[in-house]
């Protein structure tokens, strides 16, 4: 059964990559360390974007909203093939880029099995 669905848009021109007192508000240790392995800017920008729509998408999913819990406590890395996973087995996510926006999908469900 589904028990939320969270979407969330970024426009990547907002998305200030410089901003080390915002990335690390935004990002977990593990996705830090991916974020500083990219080469170029136009790539942590998506990066970073994409991670910021997940966790705010996660947030509405749950139904807390933004300060229902800190950011950093949500965890967005990318499995063996590429595709995103929340550390959270009940959540499944989706990213789609196009051009300078992302968008990130939720769903929360009792029946998901990882």
């Not at 589904?2 to 998305?15: A, E, H, K, S, T």
């Not at 593990?30 to 966790?55: D, H, M």
């Not at 909203?65 to 959540?91: H, Q, S, V």
Request: aromatic fraction near 8%.
């Amino acid at each position: 059964m589904i028990q939320g669905i969270g979407c969330d848009l970024v426009d990547l021109n907002r998305i200030d990559i410089h901003n080390e007192i915002f990335i690390k508000h935004i990002l977990s240790p593990k996705e830090y360390a991916c974020f500083e392995s990219l080469s170029s800017e136009k790539r942590k920008r998506e990066y970073l974007g994409g991670r910021f729509a997940c966790k705010e998408a996660y947030l509405k999913a749950i139904g807390t909203g933004i300060g229902g819990k800190p950011f950093k406590e949500i965890e967005i890395l990318n499995d063996d093939t590429g595709k995103p996973y929340i550390n959270d087995d009940r959540a499944l996510v989706t990213l789609s880029h196009e051009r300078e926006m992302v968008m990130a999908f939720v769903v929360i469900s009792d029946e998901l099995h990882k």
